[in-house]
């Protein structure tokens, strides 16, 4: 079964069960600069999770585009990919476990037709210590929904990870695990959670793909063993609970459902095979590399360049798809250590490409687009074709550049040893990747500090999430007053950039925090100190003038009409909140869009008029960042 009939199925069941099918978020959160891309299919519903009504109703169902940059250096297993998709069906108040679980069960064996034998659960084995109790309602209904399938379901206690390598399978079908593995909140286990904050337990699905177990993770195997015979492939949150200011737990009035499922990890266990880089899509990609390469995925010296070549090409082609493009901070940065990465492994593979009709990357990149046009029309427009395949081949080249440097400075250092100092420099200053300098000094026996090398390298990692962090102290996601000021004056001065510099220049990133905006804008030349002078004039024009600003929820349709600005690559709901600022006496019953100053697609939030940004908007800084793109810092004093 493809992952393209996997998906489509899933959406269906669930829609013929009252839910609404809503589009996938892009990769690029929407106005939240505290992460770098969506790595979950919850992350953008959690506002509806925690209270906000879903104007699509309380019964929703999705696929989610999902990035996960911390799996990058883990691609290469049979398991791992820094891309994937979750499969999400959400009640909002509505069903709850006697629903949910039935259905999912339905799904896998009559949908996907897997082998119940071959499922395996886990549930909350409850917390004493803050009286929440065992949750003994999900395993009692997985028992009946086993017993329908001729499977007698034994319930078995694991307690901790540890345990369950000590204690084995014990003949069981459904385990009990503490809370560090079957609860839910963002805080994490129940006595790290604040007054006021929802969680609740989860029970998760595993498939057993029947292969021995290694000792080489515990004694004994069970279903959370990473040895690889067990697969997680889905997950049912029960948002039940809200912590009390006495420290207790009581139940929700609104209970939700949150169900996450790896649709990648379906795929492999709908065909049995744990290697999830057999599913086809991703098969396909290695089929092309296969045939250009002459070299076989089966040998073990090429196995791993195969499936990073396979991961990080669909990472960055949808990367690319909502808009991202390669640059040396933040998301671009991740975007060009993927394909900079899969460059690498391509010529390992013997793949290299003289242009860019031969490349192999772009190739790659195609055969993706063709894959997933039907369900991700935003891969398939001409707009995303040129910009995702111009920019890989414009990647491949510079990164034969940074190539040919890196080995001039290898070779002046090239003696008895690397250092640690040496392997780094080389890393951050010159681009050379690390497994490169490993494989030159292997075939020249000469040793590398890697122990020195890894620790500098986790020193650099915690100071860059330090700054990060730092970085979005008081980024939007926090509302704060100045923020919020600094939000309305970003659309003030995308609309004033178009005024002065020409209707085509459009949102490239954006980053708010309460000290300044940034703002990332195409444009193909320095701006002049004129223009920026006006461009400065006319938003405090609109500060002076006391513009009201309105949200307006809309259809998607009608807000593209109207000329309302949205960012490139995006996928947006079919109703869509606006913000326009102007004219005087618009109010939100009487919009009068046809004479608004600007319009924006946006989540806010916004000062109610322009007058309260109660400043005078000052840009300090205009700068190239990338071919084609702009950046200007702006401050209000």
Not at 316 to 327: I, K, Y
Not at 411 to 416: N, Q
Not at 472 to 486: H, I, N, P
Request: proline residues 5%; hydrophobic residues 35%.
């Amino acid at each position: 079964m493809t992952v393209n009939e996997i998906r489509s199925k899933y959406l269906e069941f669930f829609k013929a069960r009252g839910h609404t099918i809503i589009p996938s978020a892009p990769l690029v959160p929407q106005n939240d600069p505290t992460t770098l891309f969506t790595g979950s299919g919850m992350q953008p519903l959690i506002t509806y999770l925690l209270g906000a009504p879903h104007p699509k109703g309380t019964r929703l169902v999705d696929s989610q585009k999902s990035f996960r940059a911390e799996d990058i250096e883990e691609v290469g297993d049979n398991r791992h990919t820094t891309f994937f998709e979750m499969l999400g069906n959400w009640s909002l108040g509505d069903y709850f476990k006697t629903e949910q679980l039935p259905w999912f069960f339905e799904f896998l064996t009559e949908e996907v037709k897997l082998d119940p034998k071959n499922l395996y659960v886990t549930a909350f084995i409850g917390d004493e210590k803050n009286n929440v109790p065992r949750d003994t309602e999900s395993a009692a209904l997985w028992q009946k929904l086993f017993a329908s399938k001729g499977i007698e379901a034994k319930v078995v206690e694991i307690g901790s990870e540890a345990d369950g390598y000590r204690l084995g399978m014990q003949g069981g079908r459904i385990f009990y695990y503490e809370a560090r593995k079957n609860w839910w909140s963002r805080a994490g286990v129940p006595e790290n959670m604040p007054a006021g904050e929802p969680g609740g337990p989860d029970s998760e699905m595993f498939y057993d793909f029947g292969t021995p177990h290694n000792p080489a993770f515990g004694a004994e195997c069970h279903p959370n063993c990473d040895c690889g015979r067990f697969l997680e492939i889905g997950n049912s949150v029960f948002m039940q609970y809200i912590k009390q200011e006495d420290g207790s737990f009581a139940l929700l009035p609104k209970q939700n459902v949150d169900f996450g499922g790896g649709l990648e990890r379906i795929a492999a266990a709908a065909q049995g095979d744990p290697d999830v880089f057999a599913i086809d899509v991703l098969r396909d990609i290695i089929g092309l590399l296969i045939h250009h390469s002459g070299k076989e995925y089966t040998d073990s010296r090429y196995q791993k360049s195969f499936r990073i070549v396979a991961d990080h090409m669909r990472a960055a082609t949808f990367m690319m798809g909502d808009g991202v493009r390669p640059s040396n901070t933040e998301r671009g940065y991740v975007l060009r250590r993927l394909i900079r990465r899969a460059s690498q492994h391509a010529q390992k593979l013997g793949i290299a490409a003289e242009g860019l009709e031969d490349s192999m990357l772009v190739r790659c990149a195609v055969n993706i687009i063709e894959k997933y046009k039907e369900a991700y029309a935003e891969l398939a427009s001409e707009e995303a074709y040129q910009h995702i395949t111009s920019e890989i081949w414009k990647e491949e080249v510079q990164f034969a550049h940074t190539l040919e440097k890196g080995m001039k400075e290898f070779e002046k250092m090239a003696s008895e040893k690397i250092t640690a100092d040496q392997a780094y420099q080389l890393f951050t200053t010159y681009g050379f990747p690390f497994e490169m300098t490993l494989e030159l000094a292997r075939e020249r026996k000469i040793s590398v500090d890697e122990d020195g090398f890894k620790r500098l390298m986790d020193e650099h990692k915690k100071l860059s999430r330090a700054g990060s962090e730092q970085k979005f102290k008081g980024g939007l996601a926090d509302t704060s007053e100045k923020t919020t000021r600094l939000h309305t004056a970003h659309h003030l001065l995308l609309k004033a950039l178009q005024v002065v510099l020409g209707p085509n220049v459009k949102q490239r990133g954006s980053n708010i925090t309460q000290e300044r905006l940034r703002i990332d804008f195409s444009y193909g030349a320095k701006m002049t100190p004129e223009q920026l002078a006006r461009v400065e004039e006319i938003v405090n024009e609109k500060i002076a003038e006391a513009l009201p600003v309105v949200r307006s929820t809309i259809p998607k349709e009608e807000a593209e009409k109207l000329g309302a600005e949205h960012e490139f690559g995006a996928k947006y709901p079919d109703m869509v909140s606006v913000y326009s600022v102007g004219p005087r006496g618009a109010t939100e019953t009487n919009p009068q869009f046809a004479e608004a100053f600007s319009m924006e697609f946006c989540g806010g939030p916004h000062v109610t008029n322009t007058s309260e940004l109660k400043g005078t908007f000052k840009i300090k800084k205009e700068e190239a960042v990338a071919a084609g793109i702009r950046r200007i810092k702006a401050v209000l004093e």
